[in-house]
């Protein structure tokens, strides 16, 4: 019986040890997250949200859903339609212009270019939550869209966090 119990435990800890290891799937890129994410089903970032956030809205079909830290990221690929040429800057002059007219609150709104590739960053702000994306320009007909929902007490882990996402992204 103790032998049994001890190899569940050592079970549930290599199986937790690898889901935290995995990478966010991407067709056109490669994610690296850190070291102590877990990736959480669509149900937990959910029940989440009700215990920590109200606007954690952003997650409808996310396969890729991770918690690090109690900051959840997400992650998910967005193919391009035909006729579909909008660009980072569209997007761009399209959110604010949303925002404005919603009563929205803009933290950031920037294109931003790291290592050949350029993305559209933009943070917005509802009570004490804070909603920081990137959006990346379309490379093989898709794009690449990441969301970081966090507190702004945790603020600066966030961005560090984030940061250190979009800095090391490489496009296959």
Do not use: W
């Amino acid at each position: 019986m103790k032998r049994t119990s001890v190899l569940a435990v050592l079970a549930l800890f290599v199986s937790l040890h690898s889901q935290a290891q995995e990478s966010p799937s991407s067709e056109i890129a490669a994610i690296t997250l850190p070291k102590n994410s877990l990736k959480i089903s669509r149900k937990d970032a959910l029940e989440f949200k009700d215990k920590k956030y109200k606007y954690l809205t952003e997650i409808k079909g996310d396969k890729n859903v991770y918690n690090v830290d109690g900051i959840i990221f997400s992650f998910r690929d967005i193919p391009m339609m035909d006729d579909d040429n909008i660009t980072l800057l569209d997007q761009k002059a399209e959110m604010e212009a949303f925002y404005k007219k919603n009563g929205g609150k803009i933290v950031e709104s920037r294109i931003v270019t790291i290592n050949s590739a350029s993305f559209f960053v933009f943070e917005s702000k509802e009570g004490d939550e804070r909603i920081l994306s990137f959006t990346s320009d379309f490379k093989n007909r898709k794009t690449l869209i990441c969301t970081c929902h966090y507190k702004e007490s945790d603020e600066a882990k966030a961005k560090a966090i984030f940061d250190k996402i979009i800095n090391n992204i490489r496009f296959k």
